[in-house]
């Protein structure tokens, strides 16, 4: 069984930082993709960042040159920093993977079979 489960949110003010974790268990195959997606009061599901197995990577506008994506192979874990952080950043944080590699359409929440529980990032201004 596949769990995914972040930390590392928290609150900061706007132009702080943040790291986000996910450790991923449970999937053993090589090939896959995970992205980072948020979701704010009353809004949609949004991508954030994705990367694949092959390291690939792909960023939302909101996110170019202030989040960086990443992953440890070794410890499963997939990491987002976050600079610059504006109180637009602010919602749920939620860390998804795919079975499929290939950053095409890696931003979308519905190409993702699963899903973490989150971690709330709130940015003040």
């Known amino acids: 069984q596949v769990q995914l489960v972040e930390s590392g949110g928290g609150s900061v003010q706007a132009g702080g930082s943040l790291r986000l974790s996910c450790a991923a268990s449970?999937?053993?195959?090589?090939?896959?993709?995970m992205g980072w997606f948020r979701q704010a009061p009353g809004k949609e599901r949004e991508g954030v960042a994705a990367?694949?197995?092959?390291?690939?990577?792909s960023y939302a506008d909101s996110a170019k040159g202030r989040f960086t994506i990443s992953k440890d192979n070794a410890k499963n874990t997939l990491y987002l920093k976050m600079n610059s952080l504006k109180p637009e950043d602010t919602g749920m944080y939620y860390c998804?993977?795919?079975?499929?590699?290939?950053?095409?359409?890696?931003?979308?929440?519905?190409?993702?079979?699963?899903w973490g529980q989150g971690t709330q990032v709130t940015v003040s201004s």
């Open positions: 990367i694949d197995s092959d390291g690939s990577t």
């Open positions: 449970g999937y053993t195959y090589s090939v896959y993709c």
């Open positions: 998804a993977l795919r079975g499929y590699a290939g950053i095409r359409y890696a931003l979308a929440a519905n190409e993702y079979n699963y």
